[in-house]
C-alpha cells in the first residue's frame, strides 16, 4: 500500500509482520529501499517524519541504507572488541600519559589473563563472580581484588567513552566483600582514631629515638672503616621518613601524595602546597591549595636546606634511582619507628593501644579529628582532607563534630521559660494592685 501523500512511502506486509518502508533513488540514480519500522508500532505520522528526514539525507547526497549497513557494521565490529585488543591499542596510548600506566596495564593483563580473548561487552556479573572466587582461593586479599577490578572497570568507562563499544558491561557489578575477621575488625577500629596528647609525646619521642639509633649506627659504620659515608650527627634528619611523617602528621596527607610531593608543588614564602591531589585526580583533575602551618612550613625549611635547596624534583628523593620513593618504601622506617614509639609509650605507661596498633595512615584520621573536635567546619577539614566528596568526611568524621544540637534546644527552652516567667510575673504584678485597689475603695 502506497501513502497518497508522500510519494515513495509504502507499506509491506511479509509472514504476518507489516513495516513501513521509503523508496528512493541515490545519487548515483540506484533504486534502492529503506525499512523505517514495523506498524502498528510506527504510526502513518511517524513514519512520514521519518521518511522526510531520509529523503533529505538523499537530497544532501547521503545514502540512508549505506548509512545503516555502515552503521551496523561498526557495532559488530564494538561487539566483537577484545579485551586484548583494546588494552593493547587504544588503552596503552590513553595510559602513557599517566604516571603509573603501565603498573595499570600490567595489573590487567595479568589479573585477568583468562579474559583477555573475550569480547568486552560480553562480561557479565557471572564472569565477575566466578573471578573473584578463584582469586580468593588463590589467597589474594580483597584489597588487592578492588584495587585490580578498579582498574579493568576504568578501562571499560574509557572504552565506552570513546565510542570502542556501546557501554560498560560491568557497569553497577561490585565485588562482594567479606565478612572481616576479629582481627581485621580491631585493626580498622584502631587505625581510624585519633590519638591522646599522651600518643603524641610519645610518637614525636619515638621519632627522635629512630634518629638516634641511626646517628649512633652511621658513626659506628665510620669509625671501622666506612669514613666516605656522610656524618649524620649534625644535620636535622637522617633520611627523608622522618620530616615525611612530621608533615603528614601536620598537613593530613596521604602517603602517596607526599610521596609524589615535588619542590614546584611547596611555596615556603606563602606557607602553602598547590598539588594535584592523586587518589582523587580522576574526580577533580584541578590542583588544590593547601595552606601549612608553621610547624610544617619549619619541617620542609630544614629539609630543604638539608638537600642544599633545590627549585625543582620530588621533595623525598630516593638517592638510589633519583627519583621518588615508591609508596611503600616508608614501611621498613615506620616499622622501627613503631617499635621506639611502643616501648616509650609502654615505659611510659602511656597507652597498650598506642604499643598495639599505630598505623600510619592514623596520622591523618588523627589531623581530620582534631580539627574537628577543636571546631572546624566540616567543609574546611573536607577540602583540607583532599576528599572528593564531603560525604566521605561527614561519613568517617561527621561524629566527632561539637554536638549544638542540645545547645539549641536547651536554648530555646530557657528563652521560653524566660518569655513565659515574665508574663507570671506581670500577671502577678497586676493582681497584687488590683487587690490594693480593692482595700483602698
Do not use: C
Not at 105 to 122: G, H, N, P
Not at 332 to 352: C, D, G, Q
Not at 399 to 425: C, I, M
Amino acid at each position: 500500500m502506497w501513502d497518497a501523500e508522500l510519494t515513495g512511502l509504502h507499506m509491506v506486509r511479509k509472514r504476518s509482520v507489516t513495516s513501513w518502508r521509503i523508496l528512493y533513488r541515490n545519487a548515483a540514480g540506484k533504486e534502492r529501499v529503506f525499512t523505517l519500522g514495523r506498524y502498528p508500532a510506527l504510526t502513518a505520522d511517524q513514519a512520514r517524519k521519518l521518511a522526510l528526514n531520509k529523503l533529505a539525507e538523499v537530497y544532501q547526497g547521503g545514502d540512508p541504507l549505506t548509512a545503516r549497513k555502515v552503521a551496523r557494521a561498526e557495532e559488530k565490529h564494538r561487539e566483537e572488541q577484545t579485551l586484548v585488543a583494546y588494552l593493547d591499542g587504544p588503552y596503552t596510548a590513553y595510559q602513557a600519559r599517566r604516571k603509573n600506566g603501565n603498573e595499570t596495564l600490567a595489573r590487567i593483563r595479568r589479573d585477568f589473563a583468562a579474559w583477555l580473548d573475550k569480547s568486552m561487552v560480553s562480561l557479565t556479573r557471572a564472569d565477575v563472580d566466578r573471578w573473584q572466587a578463584e582469586k580468593e582461593a588463590g589467597g589474594l586479599a580483597f584489597s588487592t581484588l578492588k584495587r585490580s577490578y578498579g582498574a579493568l572497570n576504568t578501562m571499560l568507562n574509557v572504552a565506552a567513552e570513546r565510542g570502542a563499544i556501546p557501554a560498560n558491561p560491568l557497569k553497577g557489578v561490585k565485588l562482594e566483600r567479606p565478612a572481616l575477621t576479629e582481627e581485621e575488625l580491631a585493626e580498622a577500629a584502631s587505625s581510624r582514631r585519633y590519638l591522646e596528647d599522651s600518643e603524641v609525646v610519645a610518637l614525636f619521642a619515638g621519632l627522635e629515638a629512630y634518629q638516634e639509633q641511626k646517628r649512633a649506627e652511621r658513626r659506628r659504620s665510620r669509625y671501622h672503616g666506612k669514613p666516605w659515608l656522610p656524618d649524620l650527627d649534625n644535620v636535622p634528619y637522617v633520611d627523608y621518613a622522618v620530616p615525611l611523617i612530621t608533615l603528614m602528621f601536620y598537613t593530613g596527607f596521604r602517603p602517596g601524595d607526599l610521596h609524589g610531593l615535588r619542590w614546584e608543588h611547596v611555596n615556603l614564602a606563602f606557607a602553602t602546597i598547590r598539588k594535584v591531589i592523586e587518589k582523587t585526580a580522576h574526580k577533580r583533575p584541578e590542583p588544590q591549595t593547601f595552606p601549612l602551618s608553621p610547624e610544617a612550613v619549619a619541617v620542609l625549611k630544614a629539609w630543604h636546606g638539608q638537600l642544599d635547596e633545590p627549585a625543582a624534583g620530588y621533595v623525598f628523593t630516593n638517592p638510589a634511582s633519583g627519583g621518588r620513593y615508591s609508596s611503600t618504601a616508608i614501611g621498613k622506617p615506620w616499622r622501627r619507628i613503631k617499635e621506639h614509639t611502643a616501648r616509650l609509650a609502654k615505659e611510659e605507661r602511656i597507652s597498650e593501644a598506642l604499643a598495639a596498633d599505630l598505623e600510619l595512615y592514623t596520622l591523618r584520621h588523627n589531623f581530620a579529628s582534631q580539627l574537628i573536635m577543636k571546631g572546624a567546619d566540616l567543609l574546611a577539614v573536607s577540602r583540607l582532607m583532599g576528599h572528593a566528596d564531603i560525604q566521605t568526611t561527614i561519613e568517617h568524621y561527621g561524629h566527632l563534630a561539637p554536638d549544638h544540637k542540645r545547645e539549641f534546644v536547651n536554648r530555646l527552652g530557657r528563652d521560653y521559660q524566660a518569655l513565659l516567667s515574665g508574663q507570671a510575673e506581670d500577671a502577678g504584678a497586676g493582681q497584687e494592685d488590683s487587690e490594693q485597689d480593692v482595700a483602698g475603695g
